[in-house]
């Protein structure tokens, strides 16, 4: 993937998080955060289970400039020149071609189909990168919303362990 990524949805846009937006976010630099995106980071973005993340994303940028497209994409609502989440893979794809992807929303813009609006722009753009065969999610067995958004993707149900489900979806079994 190169360096000039950006994907429009129809409410939407995505954005590979550059080296320098996550180092930003890791030091909690919030202006500088919105300064280098020209949006507005609500502060309940900073409660996101993405920051846990973007230190290792970050060193991962630094080994491997070419990862970027391949982890954190960032969720903007055009709308209101806004960051309203954040979406991607947890890398490369491995040997098989698989990759594993996460997606959250905050509490705001949540119940509006935009998770789902941004999950099905990416998943569509990482299946024309020839590398790739399989995406692999997990999901809580309680988090109904998050179940609906990877059933309508097309996902399959492949596994449950307590109360986790693992989810994939093959590039040959993708109705599109």
């Not at 890791?26 to 502060?43: A, C, I, Q, Y």
């Not at 497209?69 to 040997?95: C, P, Q, R, S, Y």
């Not at 988090?143 to 362990?161: D, N, P, T, V």
Request: with cysteine; glycine share 6%.
């Amino acid at each position: 993937m190169n360096q000039s990524l950006h994907i429009t949805t129809q409410r939407l846009e995505l954005l590979p998080c550059c080296l320098k937006v996550a180092q930003a976010v890791v030091t909690k630099n919030k202006s500088e955060v919105e300064r280098l995106l020209g949006v507005d980071v609500p502060d309940d973005w900073y409660a996101s289970e993405v920051l846990d993340i973007l230190p290792m994303y970050a060193q991962m940028l630094i080994d491997d400039p070419s990862q970027l497209g391949w982890g954190v994409w960032l969720m903007i609502h055009i709308a209101d020149n806004t960051l309203i989440g954040d979406l991607g893979f947890g890398g490369k794809a491995n040997e098989q071609g698989t990759v594993e992807m996460g997606y959250e929303v905050i509490s705001a813009y949540r119940q509006q189909g935009l998770a789902f609006e941004a999950v099905e722009a990416l998943v569509n753009f990482a299946f024309t990168q020839p590398e790739l065969k399989k995406i692999i999610s997990h999901s809580p067995d309680d988090r109904i919303a998050s179940i609906r958004i990877l059933e309508k993707l097309g996902m399959q149900e492949i596994a449950r362990e307590e109360n986790l489900i693992k989810w994939e979806l093959n590039l040959e079994s993708r109705q599109f």
